[in-house]
C-alpha cells in the first residue's frame, strides 16, 4: 500500500472495530453513530470510560479484544488475499445497508472484480435449507440461472444445499453472484465449498463482515442473514424446515421493506414446510425467475431504462466504459466477444456488464447482451 | 306414493323444468324468479307467449323438450331409485344455495339417508385434477380423512382422480360425503365409479341438478361446478393444471365470498401449476386439514357451541333423536355402539351424528363421537 493509499483514521477505525465488536450488535451501533467510529475505537483502546448499556463482563471482553486488535495488520493481511474493505460513504458501499439502522455493518470486507453496489442494485437473495432435496437443489440453481439470464444478480450465504445451488446455477448460466459470509472472506466455509467461494471470487464477489481470519458461529450465521435480505430487493426461500435460519432471511427483509417469496413444494415435504408457513403468512409464491422478476423488477426498476442510463458515459470506470465501447451498435454479443473487445478476462467483462446492466445501458438476452434502447441513442449520439 | 304424498303444483312445475331447462341457465332463473316455476312451466306446455330473453331457435328447443317432458314420471322413476326432489323452501333445501342469485339449481335430486342441508352446513369441497399424481391423490385422502374426523362433511364431484380419492378418504375414515353429480343421480358417472357412487349414495349424500336419466355434457360439468362452490364453506383444490375445471370451482366460490384455498406442490409438476396460479391470486395456502379447519370454522361456525344446540332436541327429527339418546352422557361412543343403541345401521347412524354435529350436539373425536358440553347440560337437563 503506497502512501497515497494509506487508510484514513475512519477507515482503520472500522477495521479495528470490526475485529473487536461482533456483527449486528445495535448497542455498539448506536455509539458508533452517536460518537463516530474514532471516538468509539479510541475509547475502546484506552480502557475507558465504559460505554453506557454494556455489562461490566462484556465491557472486560471488548477491552481484551481491543487490546490483541491491530486494524493495519488485518489490512495488509486482507491485502494479500485480494480483500478490500469498504465503509458506508465509500463509493463502493451499498447504501440500502442503511436501512439496517444500528444494526448497519461497520465496514464489509469484499473480494471479487465486480462493485458490490452496484450489483447490489439489481440483485435477488435465493437462500433455503443446506440439507435440500434434489427438488430444492434443482429448483434453486433454474431459478438462478434464469435470474442471472434476466440481468438480475443472485445473492445467497454459500452454504451446502439450496446457497450452493443458486451460485452454481448464476455461475454455470455466465452470471453474476454474490457469497455473503459468516466469516472472514479468506477464509472458505463450508470447507467442501472452498472452490466454489473461490470460483465467486473470480466470478462474482464474496463479502462478509468479519475480518480475515474470523470463523463462524451459530450467531453469526443469524445476524449474516440481515445483510442478504437488506442487500437485496427480495428474498426467495427454496426449502426450508421450520425454524430454519432461511426464514430468518425472509423475515428481516419482510422487516425491511424487502419483498418476501417462497418456492412452493409438496405438502408432504418437511422441508417445504417452513415455506409453505412463509407463505401462509404474506410472502408471495413464486415457480420460476419471471415470477420473481415481475414482482421485484417493479416501475422503480424499469425506469432508468426509459429514462435512459443514470450515470453519464464519462463518469464510468474505465472498466466499464471499454467494455461498453466493445458491444455491437445493433445485435448482440457473447460474453466472450465482448472480453476480446475490451481486451479483459471473461469474469471482468461479466463483472462490468451486470454493473453496466444496473446503471440502464445494457441488457442480457439469453446467453448474449446487447446495448439498451437509450444506449444505443447515446453511444450514437456521442459518436455523430 | 299415497295421495297424502301427492305432489304440489310448485314442485311438479319444477320438476318439467328441471327436465326442459338447462341447469345454470339465469335466464330462465329470472323467468321463474319473476313469474314464478308454476307459470312459466305453463307457458312452455302451451308454447307460448314466448318469453323474453331467448332466441327463437333455442325456444323451439325448449318447446320441444317440454312436449318431451313428464313430470309425474320423472318422480315416478326417481322414487323406485330411491331419489327425493328437494325444492327451495324445503326443510332440507340448503339456504347458501340461494345466494347463486338467478343461477340457484330450480331443485335438487338427492339420493342418500342424510339431511343435505344439516350437511351442507359444515361442509368443504375438495377438488381437482381426474389425471392427478400419487401425490396429489394422497393429500385429496388424507384431508378428506382429517376433515371426516374434525366433524367436517367432504364434498366433490366423483370424478376420477382427486374427487374420487377424497370422497375415499371420508368414507375410509367413517366420515360424511357429498357427490354433486353432473347428470341424473340414478347414473353412475364415470361408469368406473359406480360401485363408489352406490357406496357414498348409502353412507353419505349423491346430489345433482339433473333428472333422472340425463347424461353429463362439458357445459354441464362447469355449471355443476357452482352448486359445489355454493354448498360449502370453501373449496379447496388439491392438484390442477391451467384452465383445470377445478380453478371454476375455486373462482365461483370466491365470486360466492367462500374460502378458496390450494395444496401447493412441486413447482416443477404440470399438475400443481394451476393451484400455484390460484395461490398467486388470493387463495389461501392450506397443506393439512387443520388449517383447513382454521379457515372455514370461524366464529359464525363456534358461536352454536357456544350458545348450546341450534335447535331444541324435541323438535329434532325421530332418528336423530333415537341416536342422540344412544350417546353416552360423559365419554365417547362409537358409530357401531351408537348405531346399536338407536337400533339403526352404521350408515344411518353416520348420517344423523353429523347432521346433529351441524346442530352442535355432537363433536367427533378420533373415530369416536361424544356430547357437546351443552348438549350433555341439556340432556342432563331434560332427564332431571
New interface residues.
Given amino acids: 500500500m503506497s502512501a497515497a493509499d494509506a487508510p484514513g483514521r475512519e477507515v482503520l477505525a472500522r477495521v479495528f472495530l470490526s475485529r473487536v465488536l461482533e456483527p449486528g450488535d445495535e448497542v455498539a451501533g448506536r455509539w458508533v453513530r452517536e460518537r463516530g467510529a474514532v471516538e468509539v475505537a479510541r475509547c475502546l483502546r484506552a480502557g475507558g470510560p465504559q460505554l453506557v448499556g454494556v455489562t461490566d463482563k462484556r465491557w472486560g471482553g471488548l477491552l481484551t479484544r481491543a487490546q490483541e486488535a491491530d486494524a493495519a495488520r488485518d489490512l495488509e493481511v486482507a491485502r494479500d488475499a485480494g480483500v478490500r474493505f469498504v465503509v458506508p460513504g465509500d463509493a463502493e458501499w451499498p447504501g440500502q445497508l442503511d436501512d439496517l439502522g444500528d444494526g448497519r455493518p461497520l465496514g464489509l470486507w469484499v473480494r471479487g472484480p465486480a462493485s458490490l453496489r452496484m450489483w447490489a442494485l439489481r440483485s435477488v437473495a435465493v437462500v433455503g435449507a443446506r440439507a435440500c432435496t434434489e427438488?430444492g437443489a434443482?429448483?434453486a440453481a433454474t431459478l438462478a440461472a434464469g435470474l442471472a439470464e434476466r440481468g438480475w444478480v443472485v445473492v445467497s450465504g454459500g452454504a451446502y444445499g439450496v446457497d450452493g445451488a443458486a451460485h452454481r446455477g448464476a455461475l454455470g448460466a455466465g452470471g453474476a453472484t454474490v457469497a455473503v459470509l459468516a466469516c472472514g472472506v479468506d477464509q472458505a466455509y463450508p470447507r467442501g465449498h472452498t472452490q466454489l467461494i473461490n470460483r465467486i471470487a473470480e466470478q462474482g464477489v464474496v463479502v462478509g463482515e468479519l475480518p480475515p481470519g474470523d470463523h463462524p458461529t451459530a450467531s453469526r450465521f443469524i445476524v449474516r442473514n440481515r445483510v442478504i435480505a437488506a442487500l437485496t430487493r427480495g428474498t426467495v426461500v427454496v426449502e426450508a424446515a421450520h425454524r430454519s435460519g432461511s426464514l430468518v432471511t425472509a423475515r428481516a427483509a419482510r422487516r425491511l421493506g424487502r419483498h418476501t417469496m417462497g418456492?412452493?413444494?409438496?405438502?408432504?415435504s418437511s422441508l417445504?414446510?417452513g415455506v409453505?408457513e412463509l407463505?401462509?403468512d404474506d410472502a408471495?409464491?413464486v415457480?420460476?425467475a419471471a415470477?420473481v422478476v415481475e414482482l421485484v423488477g417493479d416501475m422503480g426498476e424499469l425506469a432508468p431504462q426509459r429514462r435512459g442510463p443514470v450515470l453519464p458515459r464519462d463518469l464510468l470506470e474505465p472498466g466499464a466504459r471499454r467494455v461498453l465501447a466493445a458491444l455491437p451498435g445493433r445485435g448482440t454479443a457473447s460474453v466472450a466477444a465482448v472480453a476480446r473487445g475490451a481486451q479483459t478476462t471473461p469474469d471482468d467483462a461479466i463483472a462490468r456488464l451486470y454493473e453496466l446492466r444496473a446503471l440502464g445501458y445494457v441488457e442480457r438476452h439469453g446467453d448474449s447482451w446487447k446495448l439498451t434502447r437509450q444506449a444505443m441513442i447515446s453511444v450514437r449520439g456521442g459518436r455523430s
Same sequence: chains 1, 2.
Avoid at 418456492?263 to 408432504?268: E, K, N, R
Fill in positions: 427438488y434443482h429448483m418456492v412452493p413444494g409438496p405438502a408432504t417445504s414446510a409453505h407463505l401462509r408471495v409464491l415457480t420460476d415470477e
